[in-house]
């Protein structure tokens, strides 16, 4: 198993500024994802950030409006960069341990509002 | 596009009314199946997992579910629900069986459970 940090839990941010998520794992992973989950709206994956290489983004998302950092295997960061009120969201790390048949670990999220 | 439906996205039981939650899942290969719950002001869990096998699953806290591939269906259900079953529940697939493990989620259908 493992055992997910997300920081902030939430926060309240103006138009325009940046925002930067952390996710600390408890266990070396080799795949951290990162999730978001609008307003009454499913899960959807932004990217996955592999250790040592860039992160590989879905599509409807980019790199300059969500850069992903992923310095160790224990750790990744995600922000959300010139936010809008539309990037108000949950937004959710997750990770699998192993690396086939196992199942995803889910951080508490950040729930983020932009004014 | 892969895509994950639950036809529910409220439903409103009393205590010891039997649950099913539907949900149905479009990608014609072989899949990994989950059913992830959250309860208020906690982050995603998993109740169960199908990955190959017997097509009934049991999970946690008296939940199972049952894979039916001629349907693309994954339903989840409980014969007797408590009020401790007050959550929102995500059905999950992961198409294919191999390392990338990306999930496709539905909305998520919302439990309230009446004493």
């Known amino acids: 198993s493992a055992v997910i940090s997300q920081k902030p839990s939430r926060d309240i941010c103006q138009r325009g500024t940046s925002l930067t998520i952390q996710c600390q794992v408890d266990?070396?992973?080799?795949?951290m994802f990162w999730y978001r989950q609008q307003p009454g709206q499913s899960l959807t994956l932004i990217a996955t950030?592999?250790?040592?290489?860039?992160?590989?983004?879905e599509s409807g998302f980019v790199i300059d409006k969500f850069p992903i950092s992923r310095p160790n295997l224990t750790f990744s960061t995600l922000t959300v960069s010139n936010m809008s009120p539309e990037d108000s969201s949950i937004y959710l790390c997750s990770v699998v341990v192993g690396n086939t048949n196992t199942e995803a670990f889910f951080g508490q999220g950040t729930r983020l509002t932009v004014v | 596009a892969q895509s994950v439906s639950q036809h529910n996205h409220h439903v409103i039981l009393s205590e010891a009314a039997s649950l099913e939650l539907g949900c149905n899942y479009s990608y014609g290969g072989t899949v990994n199946l989950f059913w992830y719950v959250q309860y208020p002001g906690q982050h995603l869990q998993l109740l169960l997992k199908y990955f190959s096998g017997d097509p009934l699953v049991k999970g946690i806290k008296g939940f199972e579910a049952e894979f039916i591939k001629s349907k693309f269906s994954f339903n989840l259900r409980k014969p007797s629900v408590q009020w401790s079953d007050t959550a929102e529940y995500f059905c999950?697939?992961?198409?294919?069986?191999?390392?990338?493990?990306?999930?496709?989620f539905g909305a998520g259908t919302r439990l309230a459970v009446h004493p």
């Open positions: 266990s070396q992973v080799t795949m």
């Open positions: 950030a592999n250790q040592g290489s860039e992160a590989t983004y």
């Open positions: 999950a697939v992961k198409p294919g069986t191999g390392g990338y493990n990306k999930l496709i």
